[in-house]
């Protein structure tokens, strides 16, 4: 009988396959499309996913400006901040924040459908987000995928 056939194999940081991959969100809905690239930066679509080794890939988002989101979401919701000072709550709508900083929105989706501990720290940073066409990681070959093939 062969032992190899039934064995778990863990995966570490020395034998993890990282690619990089692009993704356009033009026309995706936000969540939508944060879940399926927080899915893709934990690894969870590859055969040797280990819950605590980060085996995801580089994801590189373009067009964050063109992203949707469905119903009144974009009235409605309201991202919270605080300065540190007394009476310091400040909120901000995703319709004036989309407008303003594009790229945040996308990154906030994403960061909160990741680990809430140091490895989803660390998985957070093989994100680049993007407005327009161009990005700067031409030289890295990244593969475009379309994020409605992957369960």
Known sequence: MDTLSYKT????????????????ATDQILGRLAARVAMILRGKHKPSFTPHVDCGDNVIIINAEKIKLTGNKLTQREYVRHTGYPGGQRTETVESLLKRRPIAVVERSVKGMLPKSRLGSEQFRNLYVFEGETHPHEAQQPKKIDLNTIK
């Open 9 to 24: 194999v863990s995966a570490n940081k020395n034998t993890v396959n990282k690619e990089w991959v692009l993704v356009d």
